[in-house]
């Protein structure tokens, strides 16, 4: 399970002790973002946790660091990157809820000592709420005059284009549409295929959006099945590649930024 993943880096598997003793090496702290939200009927609604705290494993034993539990619930899903609210199952924060989580996760961290941490988030919507977190906590430290250097990334931006081209044959429908797609299906079938139900996968089919959000969500140009691009095509092979691959990239970039 995933839940014991890499355990011997799990703050949350280890006792203050050990905790204690690890930070003194100034370890990165990797905390996994995702949410609790419909994807598709193949897919298990944890879907954004498990990758980012998938992610956040593999960046953690690459770079000798500690991971957090992970956020597993996340902002409100948008039509146009997650299918919207309108889903039975999907369960979601307000803005100032994840926020504030973050930004006390941040501030406990600080207190402990941790001067290094990177945000995996796995869920499109949670960008700017994790960012404001960020920003909040930076600036309660910036009057105790205690250091910390916060990185938020989201996964996918590590995953090599020719990697991506390889796999969508130049008609890579962009991260938005992804959703419960050919991406993360594949990487759940790498990961966690008895979670995978194939034989639910829908027909293919691509949400069709205007140019805008509309309130209150109308569920307008979402698939009925919730996917919203082609996910026929899914293999655990390409799951393996984009992880593999997505990784090696996640872990070489913050090499370079905490300069180690
Ligand atoms: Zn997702």
């Known amino acids: 399970m995933i839940e014991t993943e890499y355990a011997h880096r799990r703050i949350d598997l280890m006792s203050w002790t050990t905790y204690r003793d690890r930070l003194k090496d100034d370890p990165i702290i990797f905390l996994p973002a995702g949410a609790l939200e419909q994807h598709g009927p193949h897919l298990p609604m944890g879907c954004d946790a498990i990758l980012s ?90 009057r105790s005059q205690e250091e910390m250097r916060v990185v938020r990334c989201e996964y996918w931006n590590y995953t090599p284009q020719a990697v991506l081209e390889s796999m969508f044959e130049g008609a890579f429908p962009g991260v938005d549409l992804e959703h419960a797609a050919l991406l993360e299906t594949s990487m759940m079938l790498a990961l966690q295929p008895h979670l995978v139900d194939l034989d639910a996968l829908p027909e293919d089919a691509t949400g069709a959006f205007p140019g805008h959000d509309v309130y209150p969500q109308t569920g307008e140009g979402v698939p009925s099945s919730g996917v919203l691009a082609p996910a026929r095509a899914a293999s655990a092979e390409k799951g393996r590649t984009l992880i593999e691959s997505t990784v090696a990239e996640m872990a070489a970039a913050l090499r370079r930024e905490f300069a180690i």
Do not use: C
Not at 79 to 106: E, N, W, Y
Not at 114 to 123: F, K, L, M, P, Q
């Open 53 to 142: 705290a998938a992610m956040a494993a593999r960046a953690a034993e690459a770079l000798d660091g500690l991971q957090l539990p992970g956020l597993r619930y996340g902002y409100k899903s948008q039509s146009r990157s997650g299918g919207g609210q309108l889903f039975p199952g999907t369960t979601s924060l307000d803005g100032a809820t994840l926020t504030a989580m973050l930004r006390d996760i941040l501030r406990e961290l600080a207190r402990h000592g941790a001067r290094r941490v990177v945000v995996v988030n796995g869920h499109v919507e949670n960008q700017w709420f994790l960012t404001e977190g960020i920003d909040l906590a930076l600036r309660d430290l910036a």
